[in-house]
Nanobody, 115 residues
Framework: QVQLVESGGGLVQAGGSLRLSCTIS????????LSWFRQAPGQERKIVAR??????AATYSDFVGGRFSISRDTAMLYLRMDRLKPEDTGVYYC??????????WGQGTQVTVSS
């Protein structure tokens, strides 16, 4: 399976920017999709963005509104976040799904956006 470790979270003022990173190790040759999810306190975990393992097509949830960009290289997954809003506050997780169906999660990184 795959091991994932997120970093880059922090406290930022509304309208500011952050870049989240996820270090990927293990079976990196067998990844179908890589995704970022987020979870606010007491709320369900929601998908933010997804990219194919080849680094090609990317998709975003509607609430992103053109503000975020997902990208990857061999060992890293990134999420660039611009024009952040207080509603973006939460724990952000990276996720991979293998072609055989196995799924992996990181432990998360906290993002807090102040008004």
């Amino acid at each position: 399976q795959v091991q994932l470790v997120e970093s880059g979270g922090g406290l930022v003022q509304a309208g500011g920017s952050l870049r989240l990173s996820c270090t990927i190790s293990g079976r990196t040759f067998d990844i179908r999709t890589l995704s970022w999810f987020r979870q606010a306190p007491g709320q369900e975990r929601k998908i933010v963005a997804r990219i194919e393992g080849s680094g090609g097509a990317a998709t975003y949830s509607d609430f992103v509104g053109g503000r975020f960009s997902i990208s990857r290289d061999t060992a890293m997954l990134y999420l660039r976040m611009d024009r952040l809003k207080p509603e973006d506050t939460g724990v952000y997780y990276c996720n991979t799904v293998q072609f055989g169906g196995d799924e992996s999660w990181g432990q998360g990184t906290q993002v807090t956006v102040s008004s």
